[in-house]
C-alpha cells in the first residue's frame, strides 16, 4: 500500500513545515498586542482579551520557564529580552489603570485592572524566581506588586495572590515587604475587631472569647479608632468583674484591657475609653439605684476598684495633655469620692483600700481653686466624733503630712491646722516637747517647702571603716558618759552612714533601735530632755540615710505612726535650723511615698559590683509636689502600653491605608458578598446600615473599585440583570458582564476552578432559551446566548451536574426551541440571515457540550431527537448550504460527538432507529463522496479535510452503535453497501470493479493522509466484522488490494512508521477476523455461507490455500511473531519528544505526525 508521504511529494512542502515563528515567540507577540489593546478597549473587546489570555497563558506555561533567564542562545535572549518588556509594560498599565480614578467608565478600568493583575501574577509565577526578581526589575516594580497585593476584591476568590506575589515583593524590597506583613497583622485584627463587635451586640455571654478578640483587636485600633469598640471593651469589663464569683483570669485580662485603653497612643481612643467610664460609673452610683433596697448596680463599677486603674486615671487621666481627658478622669475619680453612700459597705471598703495607695498621686491634684481638689482635701479631714472615719487615722495623719508638699499654700495651711489638732489628740500629747500651746505652729505650712531642691549627695565611701564606725557606735551608746561627746559620735555617725556600705554593720550592732529610743527620749518633758533633745538632728539624718538606700526599711517605717509625729516635733523644735528641716522633710518623703516608690538597681563599675538599692518617685510626684529634694523619677509602667508606629506611618499612605478600609467594611458586612450587597443599595438605605466614623467609609470611587473587583458577587449580579432586563440592550449587556467575570473567576489565572454554586445563570438564560424568537433583535439574542453558554462550558474546568443536564436539556428536548435552529434555513423568511447565524453558534454550542461531556447528562432525554436534528442539516445535498464546508464540518464534528456513546440512536421519535442508522449511513456515504472520492480519490488539495475526517468518524460510532444495538437485525452491514451514480462515474477516476454497490469507498480511507482517517477508516472495518456477513462483506470488497482484508490488516500493524492509533485499530481487525474457527481444509470455489479466511497461492506450487493453513503459511511468510515480539520489547507508554521539537530536528515531517502532536 502506498505511503501517506508521497502526497505531498512537493518541493515547498518541507518549507512550509518548518516553523517560522516559535512558540514562545509568538506567545510574546500576542501578549504584547493583547497588552496595548487593554489600554483603551470596549467591554465586548474586554470579554475577547481576557479570553484570549485564558488560553495563551497556557501555552506561555507549557513553553517558557524560569530557566529562560539562564540560556544564551539567541533565540532565548530574544525571548527573554521581549518577555521583560511584555511584564514591565503590564506594570506600567496596572498603574495607569489604578490611576484613571476620574474617567467616566471607573467599572470598565477597574475591571481592566483586574484583568492586568491576574494576568501578572500568573506570568510571575509561570516564567520567574523569586531570587531572579531583584536583579532583572527595577526597584519600583514594588508598587506593583503592592498594588496587586492589596487588592482584597481581587484576593477574596483568588487565594493564593498573597503567597505567589508575596515572594516576589520579599525579595525586591524587604521593607516593603514588612510593611505588607504588617497589613496583614492588621486586617486579621480589624476581622476579630468585627467579630468581637458582633460578638457583643449578640450578648452571648462568652467573656473568654470576647476578651481574646478584644485583646486581638488592639493592634488595629489607631487606624479605625471606633468609639463604639472602646465602649464596648469597657462594658465588658464592667460585665467581667460585676460577677457574684469572677473568674481570676478573666479579670485580670478585662482590666490589663483597660489599661490598654486607657493609656493609648492616641488621644481620641483614651477620651472613649473614660467617657464609657464615667458613664458606667454615673448610672450605677445614683441615689435612684441607692433607693432601691436589693439594687446591685453599685456592682459594674467594680471594674474600677483596682490599683493600677485608679493610678493609671490619676497619672494619665487627670494630667493628660486633652482638656476634654482631663476633666472626664476628674469627674470620674470625684463622683468615685463622694459615693460612700451610693455603695454597698464592701464595695466602699475595696475602694478605699485601693484609694489609699495611690493616695500620694491623688493628693498632688488638692487644692481649694476647683471641687475635685476640694474633695481630695475633705477625702483626708479629720473626722468629727460622731462620723466614720473614710480611712483610718495614720493614712489621715499621713496624708494631711503629705500636703504640706503640695505647692498650694492654703492647702498647706489647711494641712498644718489639721496635724496640730492631731498632734494635740497625739497619746500624752501634755507631756511631750514642745508644748503646742507655746510652739510657734504659724511656720509649719512653710516649713518643708524649701526655695530651691537640693540635688542629692552622691554615694561616697568613707575615710572611717567598719572598726572606726565600731569604735565610734561605742562613745554614741555609752552610759553615764561625757553629753558633748556622744552628741560629737551622733554628728559623726551620721556622716560616716553616707557610705550606704556601712550601713548593714550600724543595723546589725542594733543602731536603728538605739536611734529610735533616742528620738523617744527626746521629746518626753522629763529631766532628761535637754540631753536628748541635742542628738535629733544626727538621729533624723541617720535615719533619712539608711530609709533612702533600704525598701525594707523603709516599708516598716512608713506604716509607724510613732515616727510621723516625732519627725513633726522634731520640725519645731528645729524650725531655726535649715539642715534638720531638710533631713526632716527628706525622711517624710521617704516613707509618704513608700506606695509609689520603685527601686532601681544599679552598679558601678569602679566598686566590687555592690548592688545599690536606690529610691525613685513617678514623674508626676515630682512634677506636681514641691520636694525638698531632685528625685530620681520613673514612668509608670503599669499602662500595658502597646508598642508605636513609625512616623510617617507607612501604613496611612496609597495603598496600605485604602486596603485597611475595605478590610473594615469587608469584615463589617461579614463577607465581600455582602458589602457588595450594601454597596449596590441605594444611598439613604446604605447611610442607614453604616454605623462607625466617616474615615472608615469607602469613597465612591471606592465603591465602584469593591463592586468592579469583587469577582464572585459580580457573577451573581449579571445574571440578576440578565433576570431583570427589560430590553435586549440590557440583556446583553448582562452577558458580556457574566462573561467577563467568568473568565475571571476561572479562566484568566484559574484561581479558582469552581464556579460559586449560588450563581444560577441557567435559569437566567432559561428565560430567553425556552421561548421562540420573534424577531431578529430576538434571534440576535438568542445568538449571543448560545455564545455566552459556550463560553461558560468551555472556560469552566469542570461542570456542575445540574448545568450538564439543563445544557443537554435545552439541546436534545423535543420541543426544545433550538432544534428549529438546525434544521436548514427555508428561503422564503425573511430572517433566513439571523437563523443560519444562530445555527452556526448552536453547532459550537454542541460541539462544546460533546467535548466536555463523555455522554448525555440526562437518562430522560436521549441523543437521537438532536442527531435527527443535525442529520436534516445534511440530508440535501443539492441545498447552497451544503457547500458551506464551515457549517457542514460543524455538523459533522457536532454529529462525531454526539454519537460517540452506545445507545444513542434510541429515542428517534416515530422513525425506527435501525431505519434511520440506515438512513444515517448512505448520508454519510454521500457526503464522503462528495469531498473525497469526488475529488479523484486522494489528492494534494487540503480543501475538505475537516469534512472527510468528521465523517469518518461518525461513520465510526455508527458502525459500533449498530453492532451494538441491533445485533438481532439480520445482514445490517448490508445497508453500508454503496454505489455512485453515472454521474458521479463519469468524473471518478476509478476502475470497473470499484464501481457499482460494494465497500469499495472505504479502501482510499485506509492510505488518507490523515491519521484519524486512517484510524476511523479501519475502525469501520471493525465495526462492521463483528459478524460473519459483514467480514465475508468486508473480505469481498478488498479482492483488489494485495493480499486483501488480511493484508491489509497485517500490513498497517506490522508498520513501524504508523501511528499507533492506527495499528491499535488494525489488531482489533484482526482479532474479528480470527474470531470465527477457521476450517483446516476449504474448498475456495463453495459458495456455502462458510467463512473461508485467508486465501493464498503457493508460487512454487501454484496451488491456493485457504482457512486456518492459508493463516499459518501467511503467519510465517512475514515473521509474525518476530515482529510482535520487537514492537512488544519497544513499547515506552511515556511520549519522547513534542511535534515542535521533531520539526526543528528532522526537515521531512509526515502529515499525520504535524496533526498528532507527538511522536
Known sequence: MGSPLSETHDPAATGLLTPNVTLPQFCMGVLSSTLHLLGDCSLEVLVKVCELLHWLMQLVEECISPALWTKQSPLARETAATLLTVIHEAGALLLSLKEARDQQDLSLCRQKHVCVSLLLTRLLGTVLLPDQTSSLFPNNSRIVLSTILTDLPLIDVCKDIPETVGKYLAAMDGQAYETYMQCLSICSAIKKCCQFLMEFQQRSGRESLMLQLASDSLPCLPYHQH??????????????????????????????????????????????AYQACLEITENSLHVNHAAEPYSRACERTCFLINRDILYCICVSGICNESLKISRCAEKLVRHLLKSKLLMSGSLWKQFTECAVIILPVLQAYTS??????????????????????????????????????????RVRVEAASRLVTLLSREERSL??????????????????????????????????????????????????????????????LAVILEDMTLHGEFLKQGGLAYVQEQLNGAFQKDSTADVYIQFIPGCVKMLRFLAHHDYSLRHLLAHNPHIYYQMLRASLLYQDDVETCYNIAHLLILLLFDEVANVYVSLEEDTTNFVKRGFSLPHIIAKMYKLPFKAVTHQPNVFQQLPLHTDPDPLLQDPWVGCLRVQWNVCWHNSMQSLVEHLRLNTEEKARAIDFPDHLRLSAAEEVVVKSGAIAPSLRYAVDCINNATSHDAAREGLQQLLLYLILHSGCLRMDSELPETVHWEQAF??????????????????HLLVATAAVMTVTPALSQSTSVWVWKILSSNNSPLQSRLLPPDEDTDDQTAIVASSKELLLLIRTYGSKVNAPASKDLPAGGLVQSLFSYLSVAGATHFYNLAALESTLSCLFYITSSHGWSIGCGEQNGFQFCCDFVQTLLEVLASFHRGRGGISMSFMGC????????????????????????????????????????????????????????????????DTEVRAAGLGIAVGLTHTSVGRKLMSASCHSIPGGLWGAALSFLLDTSEASIVKEQACLLLVNLICEPLEVTADITDDSSSWLGPVVKDEDSAVFLSGLPALLALLQHISFYGEVAAIVTEYFAEDTVAWTSHMAASPRVSSDTIFDGKL
Request: aromatic share 8%; net charge negative.
Open 431 to 492: 507631756h511631750k516637747l514642745p508644748d503646742l500651746t507655746s510652739a510657734d505652729v504659724a511656720c509649719l505650712p512653710n516649713l518643708f517647702v524649701l526655695e530651691q531642691a537640693r540635688f542629692l549627695e552622691p554615694c561616697s565611701t568613707s575615710v572611717i571603716q567598719v572598726e572606726g564606725m565600731l569604735k565610734i557606735y561605742e562613745i554614741f551608746i555609752g552610759d553615764g558618759g561625757d553629753v558633748l561627746l556622744q552628741r560629737a559620735a551622733c554628728d559623726q
Open 766 to 783: 432559561s428565560r430567553f432559551l425556552d421561548v421562540q424568537p420573534n424577531s431578529p433583535a430576538d434571534e440576535e439574542l438568542v445568538r
Open 368 to 409: 481649694n481653686s476647683s471641687d475635685f481638689g476640694r474633695c481630695l482635701l475633705e477625702f483626708v479631714d479629720i473626722p468629727l466624733s460622731n462620723e466614720a472615719s473614710r480611712i483610718s487615722s495614720l493614712e489621715i495623719l499621713r496624708g494631711n503630712i503629705r500636703l504640706l508638699f503640695s505647692p498650694d499654700y
Open 946 to 1009: 475537516g469534512v472527510t475526517r468528521s465523517t469518518t468518524l461518525c461513520l465510526q460510532h455508527l458502525a459500533h452503535e449498530m453492532a451494538h444495538s441491533y445485533s438481532d437485525v439480520n445482514d445490517w452491514q448490508k445497508q453500508w453497501l454503496y454505489s455512485t451514480t453515472a454521474a458521479d462515474q463519469a468524473d471518478v477516476d476509478c476502475t470497473n470493479e470499484e464501481l457499482g454497490a460494494g465497500m469499495s469507498w472505504i479502501i482510499p480511507l485506509w492510505t488518507y493522509r
Open 227 to 272: 468609639p463604639l469598640f472602646v465602649k464596648y471593651c469597657v462594658e465588658l469589663s464592667s460585665d467581667v468583674c460585676r460577677e457574684s464569683h469572677p473568674v481570676a483570669s478573666l479579670v485580670i485580662d478585662s482590666r490589663r484591657l483597660l489599661l490598654q485603653l486607657m493609656s493609648f497612643c492616641k488621644v481620641e481612643v483614651q477620651l472613649s
